[in-house]
């Protein structure tokens, strides 16, 4: 049984997780859905399919929805998701699974893997995880895969039941807040991220921008006002002298001046951009 697993990444944790499942996974393709999403329609053609992808604003990322709206998975004998994030509540597999049933499939099992925080943004006292920390969360993954992928091997039907979280109000604001600035960014030509002074102009942040939203200019990032943001935050996390920053936006303060910066601690500049390139298979 052929198996494909399309993931998005913005800081290396759901790539990791998309790595760790193609380990255990025999006969696996990884294939990065940024670099597919110009394509009118994304054919599938393994028998098991899998999505990988972040938690953002409690859903899926924008650049996901737009996969899930031109895919084709017509090959797909069996359908499975993996999200990660760093706590809160989720509720994207029923958006998933609405998708789907317009293509008369179903999401047949899904799971939910938290993992390092990487948008310490809107964090007052945030702070990156230490590197005992790492390792937990790494340790505690690796069990949870030794799990997820016995069920995806033998199809089957396993819808994980989240944990009772309550989602403060605050971040239900901020869920449409981001939104909002995704929107007014493209819409508005609004621009919310900027480089400081920091600034080696070593151009990392054009190379790991999933949407091509930034371009240098004058050796500087300038971030395009037709080009929408995917809200990876590759940008910010990656930048090795920690200049991307994102201004105050309505009704919420930004803190990334003051908070420290995380990538997946396997992830590199290299792992990030790759998603881009227009092969389909990736890490074979
Ligand atoms: C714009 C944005 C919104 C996010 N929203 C949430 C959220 O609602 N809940 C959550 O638990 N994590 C949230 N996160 C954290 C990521 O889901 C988490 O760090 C994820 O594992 C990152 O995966 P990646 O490295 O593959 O991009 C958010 C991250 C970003 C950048």
Redesign the pocket.
């Given at each position: 049984m052929s198996t494909e697993i399309y993931y998005?990444?913005?800081?290396?944790?759901?790539?990791?997780v998309a790595k760790e499942l193609q380990k255990r996974i025999p006969d696996t393709k990884l294939i990065p859905v940024v670099s597919l999403l110009d394509d009118d329609i994304i054919q599938t053609s393994g028998e098991s399919i899998g999505f990988v992808?972040?938690?953002?604003?409690?859903?899926i990322p924008i650049a996901f929805k737009k996969f899930l709206r031109k895919i084709d998975p017509s090959s797909a004998k069996y359908i499975f998701a993996v999200?990660?994030?760093?706590?809160?509540?989720?509720r994207g597999f029923k958006t998933i699974d609405g998708f789907l049933k317009k293509k008369n499939k179903i999401l047949d099992s899904h799971f939910i893997?938290?993992?390092?925080?990487?948008?310490e943004?809107r964090r007052e006292g945030y702070k990156v995880p230490t590197e005992a920390e790492i390792l937990k969360i790494e340790s505690s993954v690796q069990e949870r895969l030794d799990y997820i992928y016995k069920i995806i091997v033998n199809q089957e039907t396993h819808q994980e039941k989240d944990t009772d979280y309550i989602v403060p109000v605050n971040?239900l604001m901020e869920?449409f807040v981001?939104s909002a600035m995704a929107i007014s960014e493209y819409i508005g030509g609004v621009n919310y991220f900027y480089s400081d002074s920091k600034c080696t102009s070593c151009q990392t942040c054009e190379k790991v921008c999933l949407s091509g939203k930034i371009k240098i200019a004058d050796k500087k990032p300038v971030w395009q006002k037709d080009v929408f943001c995917y809200?990876?935050?590759?940008c910010v996390n990656l930048c090795p002298s920690e200049s991307v920053q994102i201004k105050d936006i309505p009704c919420i303060k930004s803190y990334t001046k003051e908070n420290g910066r995380?990538?997946?601690p396997y992830?590199t500049a290299n792992d990030i951009l790759i998603q881009k390139s227009k092969w389909r298979y990736h890490h074979e």
């Amino acid at each position: 049984m052929s198996t494909e697993i399309y993931y998005f990444s913005g800081t290396g944790n759901s790539l990791h997780v998309a790595k760790e499942l193609q380990k255990r996974i025999p006969d696996t393709k990884l294939i990065p859905v940024v670099s597919l999403l110009d394509d009118d329609i994304i054919q599938t053609s393994g028998e098991s399919i899998g999505f990988v992808f972040p938690v953002h604003a409690l859903t899926i990322p924008i650049a996901f929805k737009k996969f899930l709206r031109k895919i084709d998975p017509s090959s797909a004998k069996y359908i499975f998701a993996v999200a990660t994030r760093y706590g809160t509540e989720f509720r994207g597999f029923k958006t998933i699974d609405g998708f789907l049933k317009k293509k008369n499939k179903i999401l047949d099992s899904h799971f939910i893997l938290n993992m390092g925080h990487n948008e310490e943004i809107r964090r007052e006292g945030y702070k990156v995880p230490t590197e005992a920390e790492i390792l937990k969360i790494e340790s505690s993954v690796q069990e949870r895969l030794d799990y997820i992928y016995k069920i995806i091997v033998n199809q089957e039907t396993h819808q994980e039941k989240d944990t009772d979280y309550i989602v403060p109000v605050n971040y239900l604001m901020e869920k449409f807040v981001l939104s909002a600035m995704a929107i007014s960014e493209y819409i508005g030509g609004v621009n919310y991220f900027y480089s400081d002074s920091k600034c080696t102009s070593c151009q990392t942040c054009e190379k790991v921008c999933l949407s091509g939203k930034i371009k240098i200019a004058d050796k500087k990032p300038v971030w395009q006002k037709d080009v929408f943001c995917y809200m990876c935050y590759a940008c910010v996390n990656l930048c090795p002298s920690e200049s991307v920053q994102i201004k105050d936006i309505p009704c919420i303060k930004s803190y990334t001046k003051e908070n420290g910066r995380y990538p997946h601690p396997y992830a590199t500049a290299n792992d990030i951009l790759i998603q881009k390139s227009k092969w389909r298979y990736h890490h074979e």
